[in-house]
Every structure is written in structure tokens, then in C-alpha cells.
């Protein structure tokens, strides 16, 4: 019998609060490395739930349709994948890797469908960044394509360093979202996808900006520390 306080659980849940606390812990070790108890879940100075609000809206927006085209089930097999992410193995590799472990109950299965949408959602969960394009459902994001390669050398593509630059630049403390409005007179989209952070749109009147603050204060601790680099 599966325990539905474990990483085995069902990815189907509506809402952030019908993950279980556990879990929420397993998740953040297995993803990130970052080693959490839950008795000290809520006294951390991370709000973690702002993310996994995130998690559980995803794993929904992915499992529409009674999760007929997506072959991830559990917490598990996300994590797995995001092993397999963090470990830089190639796109060709992964598919073929989940393929020869799937088992669907029809032959008429379409494999690549199922198995590149478990892809594309554990790169999400994992990175915050759109790597899909759904048929039911339009963010109006930018949505990164990841064919070939690992998910290292592709985000790498887009992030690229600047490397030093000639002037150091000091903004100073007004220069802040509120004065973009004020001031600059442009509008904010708040946006989940890192990819779109400081996006202009709208002809330059709108600007997106990247507002889980609770996963880049993640993410800058955690890479203090880490060996994995996207």
C-alpha cells in the first residue's frame, strides 16, 4: 500500500496543502539539496510553501484530462527525472531512458508524448523556467526548446554571462518595482517564469519581473554549497 506521506504519493493533489509536510521536505533534498526537517518547516526564514503552491499548480496544469498524456505519477518520479536533470544527461539519453521504463496499458500509447511532458514538467518544477507548450493552456510567456544536449547547455544558451563589465553600475535604493510605475511609467506583470524576468512587452510598456523571491534566496544558498550548476 502506497503512504500518502511519502515521495510515492500521487501528483494529483488540487492544492499546495494536500502535499504533506514530509514530503515538501523530501522534495527540496531531492531537488536542491536543501536538508529540512519537518518539525522546522515553518520556522525557517523561507516561505517554501510560496513554491510549492507553484509545484501543485504545475503538476494540475500537467495532469488535465485524467493524466492521460503525461507518465509521471508520483513525487518520485519527478524527482528521479531531476536526478537525471541534475546530472546533465543528454535529451536523447533521458526520452530513451523513461521509454524502455514505461509501461502503458495500450499499445497505442503515444511514448514520446508521455514522456516528454514528465520531461518538460520536472524542468519547470525544477528550474521555473517554461519548457512546454500546452494545448489547453497559454501563459503568453517565453518558452525555452530543448531538443538536444543537456539542460545545462541549453539554459546556459540563454543565461549567458556577462562577464565583467567596463562600469560598475550601483542602482540606488529608489530604483525599485513601485518607481518603475511611478517614475518610468510602465506596468509589472508578475511572472513564475524566470525566463521572462525583466521581459518587455506590450511595446515596451509593460515589464515582467520574476516575484518568487523565497526560490532565488533558495537557489543562492544552496549554489554557496553545491556542485550542480545550471
Known amino acids: 500500500m502506497t503512504s500518502h506521506d511519502s515521495l510515492d504519493s500521487s501528483i494529483k493533489a488540487p492544492d499546495v496543502y494536500n502535499i504533506s509536510t514530509k514530503t515538501k521536505c523530501e522534495i ?3 531537488l536542491w539539496d ?4 519537518p518539525e522546522q518547516y515553518k520556522r525557517t526564514l523561507l516561505d517554501h510553501d510560496i513554491y510549492f503552491s507553484f509545484y501543485a499548480k504545475q503538476c494540475g496544469l500537467f495532469l488535465h484530462e485524467s493524466a492521460r498524456h503525461i507518465s509521471a505519477r508520483t513525487h518520485r518520479d519527478i524527482v528521479n527525472i531531476a536526478k537525471s536533470l541534475k546530472e546533465s544527461v ?3 539519453q533521458l526520452t530513451a531512458n523513461l521509454k524502455a521504463n514505461l509501461h502503458v496499458s495500450k499499445p497505442t500509447s503515444n511514448k514520446d508524448e508521455l514522456v516528454s511532458a514528465s520531461i518538460h514538467l520536472t524542468v519547470s518544477l525544477l528550474l521555473m523556467i517554461e519548457f512546454y507548450s500546452l494545448d489547453y493552456s497559454f501563459s503568453g510567456g517565453e518558452q525555452f526548446q530543448w531538443t538536444e544536449g543537456s539542460i545545462k547547455d ?3 544558451k ?3 554571462d556577462p562577464g565583467d563589465l567596463a562600469e560598475k553600475v550601483k542602482l540606488e535604493p529608489a530604483f525599485n518595482a513601485l518607481n ?11 511572472t513564475a517564469n524566470l525566463g521572462d524576468h525583466l521581459r518587455l512587452k506590450d511595446n515596451d510598456k509593460t515589464v515582467a519581473i520574476f516575484h518568487y523571491a523565497s526560490f ?3 537557489q543562492d544558498n544552496r549554489f554557496a554549497s553545491s556542485q550542480y550548476e545550471y
Open 28 to 30: 527540496l533534498k531531492e
Open 34 to 37: 536543501i536538508d529540512i526537517h
Open 90 to 92: 543528454p535529451r536523447d
Open 154 to 156: 541549453c539554459v546556459g
Open 158 to 160: 540563454h543565461f549567458k
Open 180 to 190: 518603475l510605475v511611478g517614475i518610468a511609467g510602465l506596468e509589472i506583470e508578475w
Open 216 to 218: 532565488l534566496e533558495c
